[in-house]
C-alpha cells in the first residue's frame, strides 16, 4: 500500500476537571466491515482502503498498538513515541487483515466460516500509553469512511443501546442484490469471563437468534442483521454484561434517508457511506441536548434532508422538542426526524441522540457528478457532558481512487472542514478559534434555550478552543460523496438518571423493605414514606440515620391482622428528584378452617367433645387459603394427638385446600385440651384448639336386623354411633349351621373400633333347615347377642324312584286315573301346603287333602288324579306333566308320563268311583274358560245337573232346559270332579279336573 497522509479533524479534550472523559491510558477498539468495492479479497481493494489510529497527547508520552491479525501474520506490537504534543501520531494499515469481515463482501455473499459474524474473534485492538492521551479512529475506503471517538476503559460500562440504521437493500443493478448491506454492532471484551447479554434484538440477525455470549479479553463479537428488508434495524438493541466492555454501532454502507432513495424513476439518491460510533454507556447519556443542522457544502443540490434520532433507555421516556412534547418513548425504542433547524431537547428520563448527514449523490453519476458529503452518524454530547477546553486538528487523506486518474496531481478526499460549536448565549463572546475570538455574528440561537450555535471552517492543521462555560463541538469534513462526522469530545459523567431502588428483604412478616441510590453518581434516598390511602392493613416505621440524602433507607412493615393480607406503597424521591413508587402485597396467614357446617372460620377452629376411653376418635380437618399468595406449611404438630393423612411441606394455593387428621385415645376418664400448630416459614399458628373428655362406655352394642325373603338372608346393622360408646371391639359366631356370615364393606381393615358394621346372614343350602347365634362386643366388654333361623325346603317325596325319576301311568281314555304319593318331612319345622299342583295341567289332588300340614318326621300319602284325554288313533298318545311342591322361593318336582290305551265304556278307578263313558257319538263337551265350565249336552230337554267330589259330597246342582250348561270353579279347591247329568231320556256322567289355574 503506497503512504497515505491520514489527517482528521480530532477534537482532544482539555477540562482541568478531574471527570471521566475522552482521555485516558488504556484502550479497547476494533473495526466494523466497510464497503470495499472490488471485493474484500481484491488486491487493489486491499492496497487502497485502510485504517486509522489517530492518537494526540498533552504531553510526551510512549504509545504501544498490539492486535492480532488474520492475515496470516503473528501477533503484532507497534511501539511509538509522541515527543512533540502539538504532533498527532497517526498509525495506518491496510484494512485486509484486521477489519472484521462480515456477510457482504463487497459485493459477493461471504460463508458462513469465512465470516466473524456471531462468533468470538481475537481481532481487536488494544492501544496503551505512559500518559493520557486521546484517541480516534477511522475506516475509509473508496467513497465510504467514517471516524469514531474511542473511550478509554475507565469510561467504558455495563449496560447500553445501539444507534444504527435500517438495511440497504440495493437493487439498482450496479452491483447486484449483493450490494445490499446490513445494521451492524460489535462488542469487544476488556477482560475475562466477560458474560454478554443481548438483552433486546429488534431484528432477524444474520447467523440467527443470539441470547447470551461468553467473551474473553480482546475477543470481539459481530453482529449483522438480515439485509432482506429494509425494516431490519438493530437500532434499541440492548447489551449487557457483567464487566466492562466497548461497544461499536452503524451501518456497513447506506444510503440515507432510505425514504428518498426510489424517488425519479428509481434512481433518487446512489451514494452510501459507512457509519461509526462507540457507544456511550447508559449511565452517561443526559437529559438535555441540542439539535444543530450541517452547513451545506458548495454545489449541494439539497434533494432531501438530514436526519436526527432519539433513543430511549427508559420506559415513558416523554421528548420535548422546543418545550413542546413530541414523542413518548419506552426502552428501546426510537424516533426519527428531519433535522433542517435547531432545536432545544429535553426529557424526563435518559435519552441518546444522534444526528445523520445525508446522501448528496443521485443515481445517475459520471465520475464528474460525485457532489460533496455523503452519510455519517454523530452521536449528540449532551449539555451536562460539555467541557470549556478542547484541542484538534485537521489532517488531511488523499484520493486514491478512479477519480484521481482524472487530475494530475492527488486530489484530498475531504475539501471543507467544520466545528459546529455550541455555546451559552452568555458565553459566546467568550468563545475562541486558535486564539481568535469567534465573531458573534456567526452565532445563531437555539429555539427555547439560552445557547447559541456557530458553523466555523477550518482549514487542515492543529487547533485549539476555548471559552469561560462548558460548551460542546461537533467535527465534521465534507468530500466528493464522502464524509467523516463525530463529537469532538466530552466528559463522561455517571449520572444519576435511575431513580431509587425498592424491594423488600424479607418474605415474613415484620417486612423489611429497603429504598437504595447507591449507584456511584446517584444523589442518595432524600425523601421515603408510605401512601396510607392504597395501603391497607398495615404498620410501618421508618428508619434513617438522618435527615439529609442517604445511601438506605429502610422500612419496617408490620400487619395489623396477621390473619389478613396487607398491602404497602411506598413513595421514595432521590436529590434529584427522581421518584420510585412501588407497591407491596404483603402475605398473612390467610389459611381458614372450614367447619362441619361447611362455613369459612378464622383460626383456630374450637372443637368440645364427650367420647368414650379405649377408643381413638379422629377429627378431619380442611383448611383453605382464601389470601391472595400462596401459603407454606412445613408441617404440623400436636402434643397430644396423632396426625395423618398430612402431605407435609406443602404449598395450599389460592383457594386450595389442606387436608389434616388429628386422633386422640386415652383408656382411662380424662379430660383432655390441645392444640394443633401449622409451622410456616414466618412462625408457628394454632390451626385447632381441642377440648376432649374421655368417659366409660356402659352401652352394649346395638344390632337392628333386616330380613329378606327370598332367597333368605338376614343383614345385620351393629352400632356403637354414640359420642360416648367406645367402638365395636369384636364379632363372635357363637353357634351356626346351614349358613354363610359376610362382614360387608370392612375391606382389609376389619371391623376394629367401628363406629357400625354390617354382617350378612344367608342359607347355604335350601333343602336344610339352618340357624345361628352372634355375640358382638364393644371395646369396653359391653356385648349384645342376635339368634336368627331359616326354614328349609325339608318335604320329599319319598316313593319317587331316584333311578327312573319320571313317575310313569298307563289308563284309557276319557277316565280318571288316581293315584297316591307320599311325603316325608325330614326338617324341624311343620310344613303346609294350600296347593299341591302347581304348574299341571292334567293332574290336581282331591279336594279335601289340601292345606296340607306335615310335622316334623311325619311321613303323608295324598292321592292325585289325571283326567285322561281321548285317545286318537295314529298318535303317539303320551302325556307329560310336573308335579311340583312349593317351600318359600324354593321348588320340588316330579315329573309324570301317562300312556293313554284304547277307550272303555267302564271301569273302576283306583279311589274306587266306577265311570262309565258314552259310546263317543253321544259324548257331550266340555269346555274350560278360564275359571268357568261351559257343557255342551248331546240333545235337548229338561236336564238335572250336579257336581260331586271323587268321594261322593255334592258340591252343586241346577236344572236347565236346552243343550248348554255354565258354573264357575273359582271358589272350589283344585282337584277331580264328577258332573252328573239325568233326563228322561238320558243319564250322563262327564269327569271334571280343575287345576286352579
Given at each position: ?39 474484500v ?12 489510529v ?44 484486521v ?61 447500553y443501546?445501539?444507534?444504527s ?12 442484490d ?27 440477525t ?32 440492548r ?25 425519479e ?23 438535555s ?96 457532558q ?147 390511602d ?35 406503597t ?24 372450614i ?24 377429627f ?25 393423612n ?11 385446600t ?9 383408656d ?179 279336594p ?135 233326563s ?14
Open positions: 500500500m503506497k503512504p497515505v497522509l491520514a489527517l482528521l479533524c480530532i477534537a482532544l479534550a482539555a477540562s482541568a476537571q478531574e471527570l471521566p472523559d475522552s482521555k485516558g491510558k488504556d484502550f479497547w477498539f476494533c473495526f466494523m466491515p466497510n464497503y470495499h468495492n472490488g471485493g479479497t481484491n488486491a487493489s481493494a486491499q492496497q487502497r482502503d485502510s485504517v486509522f489517530f492518537i494526540a497527547a498533552e504531553k510526551s508520552t510512549t504509545v504501544t498498538l498490539e492486535f492480532t491479525p488474520y492475515d496470516g501474520r503473528p501477533s503484532q506490537r507497534i511501539v511509538r513515541r509522541i515527543t512533540d504534543p502539538q504532533q498527532m501520531l497517526i498509525i495506518g494499515m491496510s484494512f485486509w487483515g477489519e472484521l469481515i462480515g456477510v457482504n463482501g463487497g459485493g459477493y455473499i461471504v460463508a458462513r466460516q469465512q465470516r466473524h459474524t456471531q462468533r468470538p474473534v481475537p481481532y481487536s485492538f488494544h492501544l496503551t500509553s505512559d500518559e493520557d492521551v486521546t484517541v480516534y479512529a477511522m475506516s475509509h475506503a473508496d467513497k465510504t469512511s467514517d471516524a469514531f471517538l474511542v473511550l478509554p476503559t475507565d469510561a467504558l460500562g455495563k449496560d443501546f445501539i444507534m440504521y435500517n438495511a440497504d437493500l440495493y437493487s439498482s443493478g450496479f452491483g447486484g449483493y450490494s445490499s448491506t446490513p445494521s451492524q454492532f460489535a462488542v469487544v471484551a476488556t477482560e475475562d469471563s466477560t458474560l454478554v447479554e443481548i438483552a433486546r434484538l429488534p431484528a432477524p444474520i447467523d440467527g437468534p443470539v441470547n447470551q455470549i461468553m467473551l474473553q479479553r480482546g475477543e470481539v463479537y459481530l453482529i449483522q442483521s438480515q439485509n432482506t428488508s429494509d425494516s431490519y434495524d438493530l437500532t434499541g438493541a447489551v449487557r454484561s457483567n464487566r466492562p466492555i466497548a461497544v461499536f454501532g452503524g451501518h456497513q454502507r447506506v444510503r440515507l434517508p432510505l425514504a428518498d432513495r426510489d424517488r424513476g428509481g434512481g433518487y439518491i446512489s451514494s452510501r457511506d459507512c457509519l461509526i460510533e462507540q457507544m456511550p454507556s447508559v449511565n452517561t447519556w443526559g437529559r441536548m441540542f439539535l444543530v443542522p450541517y452547513p451545506d457544502p458548495p454545489g449541494d443540490l439539497k434533494r432531501s434532508k438530514d436526519r436526527f434520532r432519539i433513543l430511549a433507555a427508559r420506559d415513558s421516556t416523554v421528548v420535548y422538542r422546543d418545550s413542546v412534547p413530541l414523542v413518548v418513548l419506552n426502552a428501546g425504542q426510537y424516533y426519527e426526524g428531519d433535522l433542517d433547524q435547531a432545536a432545544t431537547l429535553n426529557a424526563n428520563r435518559p435519552i441518546l441522540v444522534a444526528q445523520f448527514r445525508r446522501t448528496s449523490t443521485p443515481a445517475s453519476r459520471g465520475y464528474e457528478t460525485y457532489y460533496l458529503g455523503d452519510p455519517f452518524m454523530m452521536v449528540v454530547p449532551p449539555t451536562e460539555f467541557l470549556s477546553t478542547y484541542r484538534f486538528i485537521c489532517p488531511r487523506i488523499y484520493e486514491d481512487s478512479a477519480i484521481t486518474s482524472l487530475y494530475s496531481v492527488p486530489r484530498e478526499v475531504y475539501k471543507y472542514h467544520y466545528v459546529t460549536i455550541v455555546a451559552p448565549d452568555s458565553a459566546k463572546a467568550t468563545v475562541q478559534v486558535d486564539g481568535q475570538t469567534v465573531p458573534q455574528n456567526l452565532f445563531r440561537p437555539i429555539p427555547k434555550s439560552n445557547y447559541v450555535y456557530a458553523w466555523y471552517r477550518l482549514d487542515a492543521g492543529v487547533h485549539s478552543i476555548r471559552a469561560n462555560a462548558p460548551i460542546g463541538i461537533y467535527v465534521y469534513g465534507y468530500g466528493f460523496a464522502d464524509s467523516y462526522g463525530y463529537v469532538g469530545g466530552m466528559a463522561y459523567r455517571r449520572f444519576d438518571f435511575d431513580p431509587p431502588q425498592i424491594f423488600s428483604t424479607t418474605q415474613c412478616p415484620p417486612y423489611r423493605i429497603a429504598v437504595y441510590d447507591t449507584l456511584p453518581m446517584d444523589s442518595r434516598v432524600d425523601v421515603v414514606r408510605v401512601l396510607e392504597s395501603s391497607r392493613n398495615v404498620e410501618w416505621r421508618i428508619e434513617r440515620k438522618t435527615l439529609l440524602p442517604e445511601d438506605s433507607v429502610i422500612v419496617y412493615v408490620s400487619l395489623r391482622d396477621p390473619y389478613e393480607d396487607g398491602v404497602v411506598i413513595f421514595a424521591e432521590d436529590a434529584e428528584q427522581f421518584v420510585t413508587v412501588k407497591r407491596f402485597e404483603l402475605p398473612g396467614m390467610t389459611l381458614r378452617g367447619s362441619a357446617s361447611a362455613t369459612v372460620e378464622r383460626l383456630p377452629l374450637r372443637y368440645t367433645y364427650r367420647t368414650a376411653t379405649k377408643r381413638t376418635w379422629c378431619p380437618l380442611q383448611y383453605v387459603n382464601v389470601g391472595n399468595s400462596p401459603q407454606t406449611v412445613l408441617r404440623a404438630e400436636s402434643v397430644r394427638g396423632s396426625i395423618s398430612a402431605s407435609l411441606p406443602a404449598v395450599v394455593g389460592r383457594r386450595d389442606l387436608q389434616l387428621q388429628v386422633c386422640y385415645r386415652a382411662r376418664t380424662v379430660t383432655i385440651t390441645d392444640t394443633l400448630w401449622l409451622e410456616t416459614p414466618c412462625g408457628r399458628y394454632a390451626a385447632a384448639i381441642f377440648t376432649i373428655e374421655f368417659v366409660v362406655d356402659t352401652i352394649a352394642p346395638r344390632v337392628l336386623r333386616a330380613e329378606q325373603p327370598c332367597p333368605p338372608a338376614h343383614t345385620l346393622t351393629i352400632m356403637e354411633t354414640g359420642t360416648t360408646e367406645s367402638g365395636i371391639a369384636a364379632i363372635e359366631v357363637l353357634d351356626s349351621a346351614n349358613v354363610t356370615i359376610e362382614l360387608l364393606g370392612s375391606g382389609d381393615g376389619g371391623y376394629w373400633l367401628a363406629e357400625q358394621q354390617m354382617l350378612r346372614v344367608s342359607q347355604r343350602d335350601w333343602r336344610l333347615d339352618s340357624w345361628y347365634r352372634i355375640r358382638v362386643i364393644d371395646s369396653s366388654g359391653n356385648s349384645n347377642t342376635i339368634s336368627g333361623a331359616f326354614e328349609g325346603h325339608t318335604v320329599m317325596i319319598t316313593n319317587r324312584d331316584s333311578l327312573a325319576p319320571i313317575q310313569t301311568f298307563r289308563a284309557a281314555s276319557n277316565s280318571f286315573l288316581c293315584d297316591t304319593i307320599e311325603l316325608y318331612n325330614y326338617g324341624s319345622y311343620p310344613k303346609r301346603f294350600d296347593r299341591l299342583v302347581i304348574r299341571g295341567i292334567e293332574f290336581a289332588p282331591p279335601l287333602y289340601v292345606p296340607l300340614v306335615i310335622a316334623p318326621g311325619q311321613r303323608v300319602r295324598v292321592p292325585v288324579c289325571a283326567l285322561l284325554p281321548p285317545y286318537r288313533a295314529g298318535a303317539e298318545n303320551i302325556y307329560r306333566d310336573t308335579l311340583e311342591l312349593l317351600v318359600g322361593c324354593f321348588v320340588r318336582r316330579m315329573p309324570v308320563e301317562i300312556t293313554i290305551t284304547e277307550p272303555s265304556y267302564s271301569a273302576e278307578s283306583s279311589c274306587g268311583v266306577v265311570v262309565a263313558t258314552p259310546p263317543a257319538g253321544n259324548a257331550p263337551t266340555l269346555i274350560r274358560d278360564g275359571g268357568s265350565f261351559e257343557l255342551l249336552l248331546p240333545s235337548s230337554g229338561d236336564w238335572q245337573l250336579a257336581l260331586y267330589a271323587t268321594r261322593g259330597q255334592l258340591l252343586w246342582q241346577t236344572r236347565i232346559t236346552g243343550t248348554r250348561a255354565r258354573w264357575d270353579m273359582e271358589r272350589l279347591p283344585p282337584g277331580a270332579y264328577w258332573l252328573i247329568g239325568t228322561s231320556t238320558a243319564m250322563l256322567q262327564v269327569p271334571v279336573l280343575w287345576t286352579g289355574q
